[in-house]
């Protein structure tokens, strides 16, 4: 019933702040994950993103906007021939990006900005035991995103992401940290579908 609500009120997220006159929609795509940090490598855990989003145009070329999503995260090893070892890490958050975003021309735009993260759950496995370490998780994150979109139709774009956390998901197991190395990262490459609501120009 939690995750009904939540994804009931994410969803009806830009509906609220278009009938304010913004621009808005609704998104959906793909996670590309990893946790810089841990024992796994690459971009190999694959989860969903979904969420809504509002614009606002500040002139021809730019516009603020904000977005509300839930967003799977996290790093996955798989065993191999050369390497049985097996890993999984399963993070799941509400991320509210805000980005400002410079259109090129009509179809091309491109985006920056910060997002605000609450981790909702986790889960963590190593070699299929689930009690992996003792360092704990932190409950907020802070990322940066650089990306693009292009504009397939009226009411369709296109979005790449690179999303990169500022501030650690939690400390190295050893407990040691160093200057630009806190402890474990999240790393997120996005592709998603936008979809635009009709303008109001009442």
Not at 53 to 66: C, K, T, V
Not at 113 to 131: I, P
């Amino acid at each position: 019933m939690k995750t009904f609500r939540l994804i009931v009120v994410i969803l009806l997220f830009p509906v609220w702040l278009s009938a304010q006159k913004f621009e808005g929609g609704l998104f959906a795509g793909l996670n590309a994950s990893q946790v810089a940090g841990d024992v796994a490598s690459g971009y190999h855990k694959v989860g969903l993103t979904f969420g809504g989003f509002a614009s606002l145009r500040l002139n021809d070329h730019s516009e603020l906007r904000m977005e509300l999503a839930y967003s799977q995260k996290g790093s996955r090893l798989n065993p191999t021939d050369d390497d049985p070892r097996q890993y999984l890490l399963r993070v799941n958050y509400i991320d509210l990006p805000l980005l400002f975003r410079y259109h090129y021309n009509q179809k091309l735009t491109f985006e920056g900005g910060l997002s605000y993260g609450y981790l909702m759950n986790h889960y963590e496995e190593s070699d299929y035991y689930t009690f992996v370490s003792s360092a704990g998780f932190n409950t907020h994150a802070l990322n940066i995103i650089a990306g693009l979109s292009y504009r397939l139709s009226d009411q369709f774009s296109a979005g790449f992401r690179s999303v990169n956390s500022l501030i650690p998901l939690r400390d190295h197991v050893s407990g040691v940290k160093r200057l630009f190395n806190r402890g474990q990262y999240n790393d997120v490459l996005t592709l998603s579908l936008y979809y635009h609501f009709k303008k109001n120009d009442q």
